[in-house]
């Protein structure tokens, strides 16, 4: 506990922009008073504990404000500090309170996906931030690749009830494909590292980027009155969907090569190699298709064709994972089973 407050009296000295605070506060103290006013009749504040205090500022819009307030007038340093904590951290918890109460604050659904995608991308940049400073603890990647995950599908969802809102599926098809980069990069960078739990985590939030700008990349068309007339698309739209079929492209290929080399190396296939090579060449008609689709600007029908070319992708991964994990089990049999003949020829 004293070490807790000697790092937050060390903080004291960080103070947000005098003006803007000043001006912040007097707009939240309004907007306490006037909701306070309207939920009087349902609050009593029993006793003098700060428990009971407490525990409805995160339930109810006045005491959301409330928080900011109090956290804006007590200094200012720590709240604003706290923003550049990183999971793990003593001050991370009080960054996600903030950013649970600007949520709260915020009633425009349009505003509110804006914040989940703005919350997503700083999980994401975090998560770069836990592995490039080289952690040891998998369990906090894990959480925040979660926390992460929770963001992006609580902006989808947002998003889907207003299915006419180009601007926030724009918004979210950069921010997703932007974390796809970054988690490429990571991926690239622990590979030489026995981080196996990171790099499933890592495989789980670019899946679940994926597919969230997929979903956005579907509404932008939605929104767009003559989908068929390229000049009334997002270039976004656009260069996104040649993007996704390029890599799918190069993801068939590499599988492709990666099958070819795993076939040298034994006597003969497998199950599970035989339906993963049906599985890539279906893949390579479908994206074939995507590809003329593009070309002959029906998005919709190529966006289709790519994510369904890329769910046989998963599919081929998750048989050629099943394929290395029987081997290695295969493996380790026959070396048990060569160590137990090497006892019995020393016993003997």
Do not use: C
Not at 102 to 128: G, Q
Not at 188 to 205: F, P, T, V
């Amino acid at each position: 506990m004293n070490n807790i407050r000697k790092q937050l009296r060390s903080l004291k000295h960080i103070a947000p922009n005098a003006q803007k605070k000043a001006s912040f506060r007097h707009v939240l103290e309004h907007r306490v008073r006037a909701d306070m006013h309207m939920h009087s009749e349902h609050i009593v504040i029993q006793r003098a504990s700060w428990t009971a205090f407490l525990r409805p500022l995160f339930h109810a819009p006045s005491f959301a404000l409330a928080i900011v307030i109090v956290i804006l007038g007590s200094g200012g340093g720590i709240a604003f500090a706290s923003q550049s904590a990183i999971p793990g951290t003593t001050l991370y918890g009080m960054k996600l309170k903030t950013e649970q109460a600007r949520m709260t604050l915020t009633r425009d659904e349009k505003k509110k996906a804006a914040l989940h995608i703005e919350f997503a991308s700083r999980r994401m940049h975090e998560i770069e931030q836990l592995i490039n400073s080289d952690i040891n603890d998998d369990a906090i990647v894990t959480e925040t690749v979660a926390h992460y995950e929770h963001e992006l599908s609580e902006g989808e969802s947002l998003l889907k009830k207003d299915p006419e809102a180009a601007y926030s599926a724009t918004a979210l098809l950069a921010a997703t494909e932007s974390h796809k980069d970054t988690i490429t990069a990571l991926k690239k960078k622990i590979a030489a590292r026995s981080h196996g739990q990171i790099n499933d985590d890592l495989d789980d939030a670019y899946e679940h980027a994926e597919s969230h700008s997929d979903t956005a990349l579907l509404t932008a068309l939605s929104a767009t009155a003559t989908s068929s007339n390229a000049t009334t698309l997002s270039d976004t739209v656009i260069e996104t969907s040649r993007k996704k079929i390029r890599s799918l492209e190069k993801d068939i290929q590499e599988r492709k090569r990666a099958i070819e080399n795993a076939r040298q190396g034994r006597a003969g296939d497998n199950a599970e190699t035989i339906e993963a090579t049906t599985k890539l060449e279906d893949a390579e008609t479908i994206i074939k298709n995507a590809k003329t689709r593009l070309e002959n600007e029906e998005y919709r029908e190529s966006i289709e064709r790519s994510i369904k070319a890329r769910a046989l992708m998963k599919e081929v991964s998750s048989l050629e994972k099943e394929r290395d994990r029987r081997e290695k089990q295969e493996d380790k049999e026959r070396s048990d089973e060569h160590s137990d003949d090497e006892s019995a020829q020393d016993r003997d």
